[in-house]
């Protein structure tokens, strides 16, 4: 079921160079359509270049990812609850739009695991998330548009783990990913980048 908090892994076939073996975290699925963040493409810049006031808050490697095609100018920043079970932020569903307490500004997109409004105080964060990760872009689609993508085949719709969104090494999520999936899918993490090559 397409709903927020799940990934979307693509096939190796797919066409889009957006999307060539990406790994997408749902963050917003209705009626309108369905909005993600790529998990797995980090930049060479630095977070500290468009965003010095979060650095000190930024997971390794600290750097901009580039979360879609969507928008490049929008920064999104995903966030993972502070350890402790008694984290003052307070969740709320990503299709909500914002709540009316303290903690506004936190929009839970999965258990321990949601987006932070970088428009706010960074030092208002310290003590109730442990990471978080800035992206540039993200993937968006029209109403039914993804639906019609899965169907044909060209996303995997998978259960997320906790560390998805803020891995030390993005380069190989993909792969991960599929070799945790039940058979056959886990085979397809074998794929060859060029499988005119032998």
Not at 86 to 93: D, I, K, Y
Request: charged share 20%; aromatic share 8%; hydrophobic share 45%.
């Amino acid at each position: 079921m397409l709903r927020a908090g799940r990934l979307l892994v693509a096939n190796p076939l797919l066409p889009d160079p957006n999307f060539d073996r990406t790994v997408v975290l749902l963050l917003a699925h209705n009626e309108d359509g369905a909005l993600g963040l790529v998990l797995n493409r980090p930049s060479q810049m630095d977070v500290a270049e468009p965003l010095p006031q979060w650095e000190h808050l930024a997971a390794e490697p600290a750097v901009l990812f580039l979360g879609g095609p969507v928008q490049h100018e929008a920064v999104i920043c995903l966030a993972r609850n502070a350890p402790s079970g008694e984290s003052t932020v307070a969740g709320e569903s990503a299709m909500a739009g914002g709540g009316d307490g303290a903690e506004e500004g936190w929009k839970e997109v999965a258990p321990g695991i949601g987006t932070v409004d970088l428009d706010g105080d960074p030092d208002g964060v310290v003590g109730r998330v442990r990471q978080l990760r800035m992206f540039a872009g993200y993937a968006g689609w029209s109403a039914g548009q993804l639906e019609a993508e899965i169907k044909a085949g060209a996303w995997w719709l998978v259960d997320a783990e906790t560390g998805d969104a803020f891995t030390l090494d993005p380069g190989r999520l993909w792969k991960q990913v599929l070799r945790r999936q039940p058979y056959p899918l886990a085979f397809v993490s074998w794929y060859p980048d060029d499988p005119t090559h032998q």
